[in-house]
């Protein structure tokens, strides 16, 4: 997996030689990867490393990654979690008419410091050391997060409040157990029964699982998903007569001289276990909640914030299960307990249509279906020819990712994640690799020995 984190700092001005100076005073767990860089060009070129990062801002190869003019960078390798630091000056002018009519320019100079953190796990990484060093050369510099505004995922939402909320304990542990898909086959057939006769609860599930049947019980009634009753079944007409939650509470019925139609006192007619679902299950079954918050918790396991992420709300019209801002890019999500159909294509065809996310997503508990990704290969030629010039890195081909079976759940949504980052985090990396690039015309000039021949040897 892989995570961006930013941090930034307006500073006064830059200290001469700030990089340097910082690469010097940083313990040897830091690797500096840009300067070993030049010094190994410059030996195998034979040029002096001024070709590379002297003579001012005319050798640097530019990137545009921002509107800042990036000055200096620094790449560390640090343990598992790569640094990369730009310091970048920008400076602006502005002309304006002084009280005797004539044109004044002035010149205002913006100094930042960025650093970007890629890191291949979910937990912060342990940088305080890092930027205490730092601060020891900027005076005094001051990091802050910038803001994470989920720009696009409030334009989608139209003011509407963001309901998403963590998935507790016990729904976690739910799900995980819906995700069996004989599980959720009895619990599925318990719910749409008015309750199921615990001796027909095997036929429920396919005949190679049945060997399982006491044990999913069990893990059904261990998650709160299915209570037990007993139901009084007449031995006369063999109609279900009563419903009571234990066999003790048929002595006290008798008691109170409580009988069968058939004139039997209760605790005489035959009883057999059954089972119902709880509300829970309800809440946890409809509109496949579970899959939704499998899903949810994935995303927040693999670094996602919960506040970027909207589960089941209706939006435009549409019902959307799931959408997620990753890093400025939106990923919608459709979940499916079934087969992905044709049918199915055509409506999250639309979906797409309206939200325009840069990464549709398909999750199936099944396969999706042949004609339905015909459809998608189809119109994916059609959106290719339409498709707008984008500045930012693309993420994948810019079609409809499948994930297809739970089994793939976990693995597919790091991939759609550990993507996004790493598309979030080429402008930086690539800001900062051009330090360790000659600009062609001074390298040359160096090579040419013009350089040399203004130094006598
Ligand atoms: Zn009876």
């Known amino acids: 997996m892989l995570r961006r984190i930013n941090r930034w700092a307006r500073v006064k001005s830059h200290p001469a030689d ?10 040897a767990t830091y690797q ?6 030049i010094e190994r060009q410059s030996d195998l070129f034979g040029v002096p490393q001024s070709a590379f990062t002297g003579g001012g801002t005319a050798s640097y190869a530019r990137s545009s990654f921002s509107e800042d003019d990036v000055i200096d960078a620094e790449i560390y390798a640090f343990g598992s979690v790569l640094i990369i630091l730009c310091i970048s000056e920008t400076l602006r002018l502005s002309h304006e008419r002084n009280d005797e009519g004539e044109i004044v320019t002035t010149e205002e100079k913006s ?18 050391e890092f930027e205490k060093i730092l601060a020891e050369i900027w005076n005094g510099i001051e990091f802050r997060d910038p803001p994470s505004r989920s720009r696009r995922l409030r334009e989608m939402a139209q003011g509407k409040q963001n309901t998403t909320r963590l998935p507790t304990e016990g729904e976690l542990d739910a799900a995980e157990a819906l995700s069996d898909k004989s599980v959720r086959r009895l619990a599925i057939a318990i719910k ?24 999913i019980v069990q893990l ?28 003790d509470v048929l002595n006290g019925l008798d008691k109170q001289g409580v009988r069968c139609a058939c004139g039997r006192p209760l605790s005489e007619e035959k009883h057999e276990k059954a089972l119902s679902v709880t509300d829970f299950a309800r809440s946890m079954l409809d ?50 307990d079934k087969e992905f159909n044709l049918g199915n294509a055509y409506s999250f065809g639309a979906k797409v249509g309206i939200f325009g996310p840069d990464v549709p997503v398909i999750v199936t508990t099944e396969k999706v279906g042949a004609d339905a990704r015909d459809h998608f290969a189809r119109s994916a030629v059609a959106d290719r020819r339409s498709r707008r010039y984008a500045t930012e890195d693309p993420v994948g081909d810019g079609g409809i990712k499948f994930i297809e079976g739970l089994d793939s759940l976990k693995v597919g949504i790091e991939g759609i994640v550990t993507e996004i980052a790493g598309a ?12 360790s690039s000659a600009h062609p015309a001074a390298l040359l000039a160096a090579w040419a020995g013009v350089e040399r021949s203004s130094t006598p040897e």
């Open 192 to 215: 749409s029964s008015s309750g199921l006769l615990l001796g027909d609860a095997p036929k429920q599930i396919p005949p190679r699982e049945r060997g399982r049947i006491d044990a």
């Open 287 to 336: 509109g496949s909640a579970w899959l939704s918050i499998l899903v949810l918790q994935y995303l927040l396991n693999f670094g996602v914030p919960i506040q970027s992420v909207r589960m089941e709300q209706e939006y435009s019209g549409e019902e959307v299960d799931c959408v997620a801002e990753i890093y400025g890019r939106l990923v919608l999500f459709e979940l499916k």
């Open 424 to 435: 979030a985090l080429a402008p930086q990396l690539r800001a900062a690799l051009s330090f």
């Open 32 to 37: 500096p990867i840009i300067r070993p860089l």
């Open 18 to 27: 700030a990089v340097r100076t910082l690469t010097s005073k940083l313990p």
């Open 220 to 247: 059904l009634i261990d998650k709160g998903l299915v209570d037990t009753e007993i139901v009084v079944i007449c031995r006369d007409s063999s109609a279900q007569v009563n419903r009571v939650a234990t066999a």
């Open 111 to 128: 100094c930042t410091v960025r650093l970007t953190y890629a890191v291949p796990f979910v937990e912060d990484p342990d940088v305080a």
